[in-house]
């Protein structure tokens, strides 16, 4: 099992960036497929971006690509999503979560979620 708690959400105007983070706990970070997904009020929860385990692979849904870049860093079992140049749709809870791999873009597939941290981008 492993422990997923997301931090780093806030209220940020249009155009500007936010650095989500996701810490794990519990068993081996670095096995496990990693992924951010979001879910904006009255909509289903929706992919961001999905890593694998090596982190050298990964899926960005079209919507972030070019502004979103996600990162883990196994040394001290955390995964970032950096955000740069947020719109008013970008608001949403974000959610990380874990599975064994491989990676995949539908959220029924991860295992381990953590709590979700808001996000906030005013226009």
């Known amino acids: 099992q492993v422990q997923l708690v997301e931090s780093g959400g806030g209220l940020v105007q249009a155009g500007g960036s936010l650095r989500l983070s996701c810490a794990a706990s519990?068993?081996?970070?670095?096995?496990?497929?990693m992924a951010w997904f979001r879910q904006a009020p009255g909509r289903e929860r929706e992919l961001v971006v999905a890593v694998n385990a090596g982190g050298d692979a990964t899926n960005y849904a079209d919507a972030v690509k070019g502004r979103f870049t996600i990162s883990r860093d196994t040394a001290k079992d955390t995964m970032y999503l950096h955000m740069n140049n947020l719109k008013p749709e970008d608001t949403a809870v974000y959610y990380c979560?874990?599975?064994?791999?491989?990676?995949?873009?539908?959220?029924?597939?991860?295992?381990?979620w953590g709590q979700g941290t808001q996000v906030t981008v005013s226009s």
């Open positions: 979560a874990a599975r064994s791999p491989p990676y995949s873009s539908g959220s029924q597939q991860y295992n381990f």
């Open positions: 519990g068993r081996t970070f670095a096995i496990y497929a």
